[in-house]
């Protein structure tokens, strides 16, 4: 019997270590996947971002330093453009969660008891991710030409000036990333609103409040998770994103975004140094302002 209770004394404390080493094990390969694409391009871009020109050296070559005045560089040169892609995104998403949340309460909440209609309205939602992103960008900018029959009808009812464009304007932008981004908005917002318990509407109704009452007392509140995840899904590429506001799209010289810039002193302009200093500036202020979002929107869980 001691003999026994000194080889379980023994066996029990080694259990927890080897979970643990399999937990660790498991983890590896992830941790190797965000070691190697991850955190190494980002120490890389931090480094790229602090070069300064090779002295004698051709366009294009950069030696490593802790040039930190390319931060100020580049906030100073392009300011308009960093407060145009805060703003455009912003815009965007407002506009995305009008659009969006009427739709999936219909497909989460209204279109419960036609299982058949609630799938078909959820396959017409996603069905624009089987169709490449700059092919749909480019077909809006077919349609919303000045030769098109959209424009075209459009001025010949007065409703345009005969001088006036689509193309190249803040709106156009505006509309390419609300279309592009639309889906990520309402996914998250169907997937809160399906789950939504239609008994606390109808408790809601019960205590005599009307409709909108309801609505902005229940149902919004209980949407939120789903309003901040489709909010952060939308408002993150879009800041980012550089082909809607792009000269071969939907925009023109007065609507280059921070992407847009970015390319070009990555692929044109050869300055490395304030194209990855830009692209940390972007990354930071995207982590700055989400953190405030979230905290503000009281969904912590989120981060």
Same mark, same amino acid.
């Given at each position: 019997m001691a003999f026994a209770a000194f080889q379980t004394a023994e066996v029990v404390p080694q259990a927890p270590r080897k979970r643990s080493r399999i937990a660790l094990f498991l983890l590896l390969p992830g941790l190797l996947y965000l070691v190697l694409f991850f955190i190494t391009p980002l120490i890389s871009l931090l480094l790229t971002s602090l070069q300064a020109p090779t002295e004698f050296g051709d366009i294009g070559q950069y030696d490593y330093a802790f040039n930190w005045q390319n931060y100020v560089t580049v906030m100073t040169d392009y300011w308009p453009h960093i407060v145009r892609s805060f703003g455009y995104a912003l815009a965007a998403t407002v506009f995305a969660l009008l659009f969006s949340y009427p739709l999936a309460y219909f497909i989460g909440v209204k279109a419960r008891r036609w299982p058949m209609l609630q799938g078909l309205m959820l396959v017409l939602v996603i069905a624009p991710f089987f169709i490449s992103f700059l092919l749909r960008t480019l077909a809006w900018k077919q349609l &919303?030409? +000045?030769?098109?029959?959209?424009?075209? =009808?459009?001025? %010949?009812?007065? &409703?345009? %000036?005969? +001088?006036?464009?689509?193309? *190249?304007?803040?709106?156009?932008?505006?509309? *390419? &990333?609300? /279309?592009?981004?639309?889906?990520?908005?309402?996914?998250?917002? /169907?997937?809160? &609103?399906? !789950?939504? +318990?239609? !008994? /606390?509407?109808? %408790? *809601? =109704? +019960?205590? /005599? %409040?009307?409709?909108?009452?309801?609505? !902005?007392?229940?149902?919004?509140?209980l949407s939120m998770p789903g309003i901040v995840a489709g909010t952060l899904l939308t408002f993150i590429p879009a800041a980012g994103d550089y082909v809607n506001a792009s000269r071969d799209f939907l925009g023109g010289p007065d609507t280059q975004m921070m992407g847009n810039v970015i390319e070009a002193n990555f692929l044109v302009l050869l300055n490395y140094p304030a194209a990855a200093a830009l692209s940390i500036i972007l990354m930071a202020a995207i982590l700055v302002l989400v953190g405030i979002y979230v905290k503000r929107s009281g969904t912590e869980d989120l981060l």
């Open positions: &919303l030409s +000045d030769e098109s029959f959209v424009i075209t =009808s459009l001025k %010949a009812l007065s &409703l345009m %000036a005969p +001088d006036a464009h689509f193309t *190249g304007t803040p709106f156009a932008v505006i509309f *390419g &990333l609300t /279309y592009n981004f639309i889906p990520f908005m309402t996914l998250p917002l /169907y997937t809160t &609103l399906e !789950r939504l +318990d239609l !008994r /606390y509407l109808e %408790a *809601g =109704s +019960d205590l /005599y %409040a009307n409709p909108f009452t309801v609505f !902005r007392k229940v149902t919004i509140p």
